[in-house]
């Protein structure tokens, strides 16, 4: 079913976020602007502008360790943005991974720059959306989502998908945003620029949700700390040099809202 508001497809809302077609010679042209040699890049050097979240590749590195990713494994990034989560767990655990997003022109993106660092072999991206994953049942032994429900209204829909590929037992790690009260949020936020396309939950909806899809032992970490991180600063790259001014606001009204007690990080470990 396609969600929406009035006659405004949410799913499209989110998609106009992101940017358009480019964005791989975007990301590489920031990148060259700052003196790294774009004829060797390195998941190390893409990580300072494709970790489209809170907490960056220190965020994404606890994320993968908590999943205890070994290699040869086969892991399912959902809402894989440009996909820096997922080369970094092929990078560093030698994981076979796919990553599924709702904006093609991202998931074009996310292809060409694993190609870009030799990692086209263990890293493929698809554009699809969460509830209608192309998959056979138990096709992966362990899942992730970055920052993703923050858009998705239907949350439960997509993890009764994530546990329909997973293989028994495996994990399914999430790493979100969540209410911690209520309060009038200010946007644009990191990840919509209006309420239509927000679905921030409470850590209690999470779990519901979860339980309600089938997963099981459910364990549930804050990870709000002091603040989610600051706005960029001239003359250090980050995702705003992709995603453009309307994300520097949006990150600055992350941590207003942080401050104020009304949002919060979230890592939760479920298993299918």
Known sequence: MTEGVGTVDIRDLVRAYYPSAGVADAVVDVLARSGIDIDHLTVHDLAAVDQLHAGGAAATALVLERIGLAAGMTLLDVGCGLGGPSRMAANTYQAQVIGVDLTPELVVAANDLAARVGLEGS?????????????????????????VGMNIRDKQSVFAEVHRVLSPGSVFALYEQVRRRAGQLAYPLPWAVDERSSFVETADEYVAALTAAGFRQIEVEDRTGPVPGAPPSSGKIGPADILGPAYVEGVSNHIAATKAGLLGGLLVLARA
């Open 123 to 147: 890293c493929r991206f698809l554009a699809t959306s969460g509830e209608t994953l192309p998959f056979e049942e138990h096709s992966f032994d362990a899942a992730m989502m970055i920052h």
